[in-house]
Nanobody
């Protein structure tokens, strides 16, 4: 069963970097992309980035130029490299499988449990 598990969250100073990992065994054998979302305390969950089944990457405006999403198919893992971190990036970060919007989709939609990122001096 495809179940994402996030890791890599930590406390980091402003301007620092972190790399989050999302491992979902088997997802690269299905028509899955992967999304990253984040939820700050007291706020709604917001979409951050996607790598599609075909490898297209997209980002929300607030992280463009600072965050990079990538995939290692051999490890069934998607990464979110986060540079130039700001206090407003503080949130719980979640990954979610992204089903192909097609009649040939084989990907179930599954959420991970999240990993905490705190940006503070």
């Amino acid at each position: 069963q495809v179940q994402p598990v996030e890791s890599g969250g930590d406390l980091v100073q402003p301007g620092g970097s972190l790399r989050l990992s999302c491992t979902a065994p088997g997802f690269t054998s299905l028509t899955c992309g992967m999304d990253w979302y984040r939820q700050a305390a007291g706020k709604q969950r917001e979409w951050v980035s996607t790598i599609s089944f075909t490898g297209t990457t997209t980002y929300t405006d607030s992280v463009k130029g600072r965050f990079t999403i990538s995939e290692d198919g051999a490890k069934d893992t998607v990464y979110l490299q986060m540079n130039s971190l700001k206090p407003e990036d503080t949130a719980m970060y979640f990954c979610k499988t992204a089903p192909l919007r097609s009649s040939v989709n084989t990907c179930p939609e599954k959420w991970g449990r999240g990993t905490q990122v705190t940006v503070s001096s």
